[in-house]
């Protein structure tokens, strides 16, 4: 009896040491989880922008500056500074004076060509003619061929001011209608891209 006694001392005992160890047990009613979802905002249908082609000649910028009005478009010029190859023509001489080629100029003149005396380093020259498209360059060559004058001819690579006309953004099906509109119109290269790609080659001078 004795023995039981202690048994049971020691099971007590046991049993009031874990479950002083043991950290209560608090009931607590359900808890809602709530979690901050970020807001979710739509950004619409990708947008697309038509550009058109690369200009340097002032003449050409505003030729497509009215028929673009004409037409009904809206459209911004940005201007980018962009390495341009420049078909260059001269008459081989060089002068000592700027009269001597201005008597130059004059020759030149009289044979309908736009020829300018102009300051070199320490010399002066005559410039006959400076062209950025390749076809108007070969009409030039072919011109002075038939005069009959010498000539030098020169292939440079200048940095110049280049001009393009750029649409609003707009959906891409109103693009696709608005760029086949422009290529009707005779106007060559037109592009059309995304606005991130416009973004991301002439972001500094979007309208």
């Known amino acids: 009896m004795k023995q039981i006694l202690v048994a049971v001392a020691l099971l007590l005992t046991t049993w009031l040491?874990?479950?002083?160890?043991?950290?209560?047990?608090?009931?607590?009613?359900?808890?809602?989880?709530?979690?901050?979802?970020?807001?979710?905002?739509?950004?619409?249908p990708e947008l697309w922008r038509i550009v058109t082609k690369r200009m340097v000649w002032k003449q050409a910028i505003a030729s497509m500056r009215d028929r673009l009005y004409k037409e009904g478009f809206e459209t911004r010029l940005i201007v980018k500074r962009e390495p341009v190859e420049v078909?260059?023509?001269?008459?081989?001489?060089?002068f000592e004076t700027l009269e001597d080629a201005k008597k130059v100029e004059d020759q030149w003149r009289?044979?309908?060509?736009?020829?300018?005396?102009?300051?070199?380093?320490?010399t002066f020259g005559v410039a006959l003619g400076r062209f950025y498209l390749t076809s108007y360059a070969e009409q030039m060559q072919t011109r002075l061929k038939t005069i009959g004058l010498p000539y030098r001819y020169?292939?440079?690579?200048?940095?110049?001011?280049?001009?393009?006309?750029?649409?609003?953004?707009?959906?891409?099906?109103q693009a696709e209608k608005s760029w086949i509109q422009v290529k009707n119109l005779g106007i060559a290269e037109p592009a059309m891209m995304k606005e991130r790609e416009f973004q991301r080659l002439y972001g500094t001078q979007a309208p």
């Open 17 to 44: 040491a874990w479950q002083a160890w043991q950290p209560p047990m608090v009931s607590q009613p359900g808890l809602t989880v709530r979690t901050a979802l970020p807001e979710v905002k739509d950004a619409g």
């Open 110 to 122: 009289k044979r309908k060509v736009d020829a300018r005396a102009l300051k070199r380093e320490i």
């Open 154 to 173: 020169e292939r440079r690579t200048v940095i110049v001011p280049a001009y393009r006309f750029v649409f609003n953004p707009m959906e891409k099906k």
């Open 87 to 94: 078909h260059a023509f001269d008459d081989p001489g060089s």
